[in-house]
């Protein structure tokens, strides 16, 4: 009997966490999104009332709501598929190479998506500055006749230079996870490939990108996850400026709840996010149920 109870001992500091951190969080914010709580609710819970589906009907008017709708789905359409493209590219070279120069090529590749986010702003505001003397994109193609542009200030532009952003640093995370499942492809493979023949080309399509099937499965999926969840650069880098061209849901969210304070609104817009995710990636697990 004892030792029927004891996985149950192992798990259960980890579905206390998820409890804790997870699926309360969830709960409680679906109770305020009914309710028009803000700080003075905090403090007095007498003054927090309900409001029923209230909050849902006003943001779902919401020009803003909408615009910041179009721009993470505008984040997710272009940045999913070039983060994933870019990873596996990568991984496939750096595996390619057996050298101390391409274990060093990983740590690069890596870097910032360990990179503290202000410091990688300041950097991408230097690059991305829109004068030429001192943005050194705008200097590079000036140099062919071409600038200046206002990378981060252009609203037909800026939300462009987010997704370049981002995808530079989102990559790192990724390879590392197409470079493990590489070494799982057994080599004699490949052996029997070249003997048969296939190019280097042909091996990588009819040998590596099926073995890799399970694993650009999980990353497009976290990827879709994290980018539905877009946040920090706009936030950092443009403010969800210039006139919201650049405002994801998530900066959405944050600011009606923490600039705002309009705790039951904001509730209400993580809701709809949340949901939009859990669809997102039910519809990516059954298309992958169905590729199998």
Do not use: H
């Not at 120069?101 to 505001?125: G, H, L, Q």
């Not at 609203?155 to 996870?177: E, F, Q």
């Not at 210039?242 to 609104?265: D, E, K, M």
């Amino acid at each position: 009997m004892k030792s029927k109870k004891a996985p149950y001992f192992f798990i259960a500091p980890a579905i206390g966490l998820l409890l804790t951190f997870s699926i309360f969080p969830i709960i409680l914010a679906l109770v305020i999104s009914f309710t028009d709580m803000s700080l003075a609710g905090l403090a007095d819970y007498s003054r927090i009332n309900f409001t029923g589906l209230q909050n849902y009907q006003n943001i779902l008017q919401d020009s803003v709501f909408m615009k910041s709708i179009t721009n993470t789905l505008f984040y997710v359409v272009f940045g999913v598929p070039l983060v994933i493209l870019f990873s596996l590219t990568i991984a496939i070279l750096i595996n390619m190479g057996r050298s101390r120069y391409f274990s060093f090529m990983r740590v690069v590749f890596y870097s910032p998506s360990i990179t503290n986010i202000v410091a990688v702003a300041i950097v991408w505001a230097f690059l991305f500055n829109p004068s030429q003397s001192i943005g050194l994109i705008n200097r590079v193609i000036g140099m062919v006749g071409i600038g200046p542009i206002g990378w981060l200030t252009d609203t037909s532009v800026s939300k462009i230079s987010l997704v370049i952003l981002a995808v530079w640093r989102s990559i790192g995370i990724n390879m590392l996870i197409f470079s493990a499942a590489l070494q799982n492809i057994p080599r004699t493979m490949y052996e029997a490939a070249e003997l048969d023949g296939a190019t280097k080309w042909e091996q990588i399509r009819f040998i590596t990108v099926p073995q890799l099937k399970f694993s650009t499965s999980f990353v497009t999926i976290t990827t879709i996850i994290g980018w539905l969840q877009f946040f920090e650069e706009p936030f950092v880098m443009t403010e969800g400026g210039p006139l919201n061209s650049t405002t994801s849901v998530a900066l959405f969210i944050y600011r009606n709840g923490f600039q705002n304070n309009q705790f039951g609104y904001a509730a209400a817009g993580s809701l709809l996010l949340f949901v939009v995710i859990i669809c997102a990636t039910l519809v990516q697990l059954r298309l992958q149920r169905r590729a199998d």
